[in-house]
């Protein structure tokens, strides 16, 4: 076989989602390096990432998890429950917590790396993701398998307004639930993480990752 018939390795299409505009630059100019990885399309919050998988149909989504609208887990959860080709989704993040990292899995994420990761170990998760592999960051990989979240959806829901001091009534208003609904909810919550009150409950949730 001649050089010319040696078949050129298959480029991954790439779209990101990222809310820092530097950061999503600069992800875009050391991804382009690589003769393999093509950056189709750059998002700057969850729905526009979204449409851009959408529109372009990419290989990978590598997505923060806090980003604006739809969250990078919401959006691996919206992508592996809707039919069609979907692209893998590897999140790229500061948060080394293993309550994220469990979630993140139970999402469906097939990707999970730090942003302190050097470039070349992200480009080569990209290869393994591409490849239908698996790539999580090692110093949480271990940790994760025994994280458990406690939480229901509804308790994580609760503790979000909370921290964001909203009272029960506004609660009960944006859920759609009663009142009496919600407090038991918060109650359930601080229950399971061991705090005095809805503040330190979603304090405690939020560094454990369960938020």
Same mark, same amino acid.
């Given at each position: 076989?001649?050089?010319?018939?040696?078949?050129?390795?298959?480029?991954?299409?790439?779209?990101?989602?990222? &809310? !820092? %505009?530097?950061? @999503?630059? =600069?992800?875009?100019?050391?991804?382009? #390096?690589?003769? +393999?990885? *093509?950056?189709? $399309?750059?998002?700057?919050?969850? &729905? !526009? %990432?979204?449409? @851009?998988? =959408?529109?372009?149909?990419?290989?990978? #989504?590598?997505? +923060?998890? *806090?980003?604006? $609208?739809?969250?990078?887990?919401?959006?691996?959860?919206?992508?592996?429950?809707?039919?069609?080709?979907?692209?893998?989704?590897?999140?790229?993040?500061?948060?080394?917590?293993?309550?994220?990292?469990?979630?993140?899995?139970?999402?469906?994420?097939?990707?999970?790396?730090?942003?302190?990761?050097?470039?070349?170990?992200?480009?080569?998760?990209?290869?393994?993701?591409?490849?239908?592999?698996?790539?999580?960051?090692?110093?949480?990989?271990?940790?994760?398998?025994?994280?458990?979240?406690?939480?229901?959806?509804?308790?994580?829901?609760?503790?979000?307004?909370?921290?964001?001091?909203?009272?029960?009534?506004?609660?009960?208003?944006?859920?759609?639930?009663?009142?009496?609904?919600?407090?038991?909810?918060?109650?359930?919550?601080?229950?399971?993480?061991?705090?005095?009150?809805?503040?330190?409950?979603?304090?405690?949730?939020?560094?454990?990752?369960?938020?």
């Amino acid at each position: 076989m001649t050089v010319s018939e040696v078949a050129a390795p298959k480029t991954i299409r790439i779209v990101l989602a990222e &809310d !820092q %505009a530097m950061v @999503l630059g =600069a992800l875009a100019a050391l991804l382009d #390096l690589e003769d +393999d990885l *093509e950056v189709v $399309g750059q998002a700057a919050d969850g &729905d !526009q %990432a979204r449409h @851009l998988v =959408a529109k372009l149909q990419p290989d990978i #989504l590598l997505t +923060d998890i *806090e980003m604006p $609208g739809t969250t990078g887990l919401d959006l691996a959860v919206a992508l592996n429950t809707e039919p069609g080709p979907n692209p893998a989704v590897v999140i790229l993040t500061t948060f080394s917590r293993p309550g994220y990292l469990r979630r993140a899995l139970d999402a469906g994420v097939r990707g999970y790396l730090l942003k302190d990761a050097p470039s070349e170990e992200l480009a080569a998760a990209i290869r393994q993701v591409a490849a239908g592999g698996r790539a999580i960051a090692p110093e949480l990989a271990t940790e994760a398998w025994g994280a458990q979240d406690p939480l229901t959806d509804r308790e994580r829901q609760v503790l979000r307004l909370a921290a964001d001091g909203l009272s029960t009534g506004r609660m009960a208003e944006q859920l759609h639930l009663s009142e009496g609904t919600v407090r038991n909810y918060l109650s359930e919550a601080i229950g399971k993480t061991g705090a005095e009150n809805r503040t330190e409950a979603a304090r405690i949730a939020r560094r454990q990752g369960w938020l």
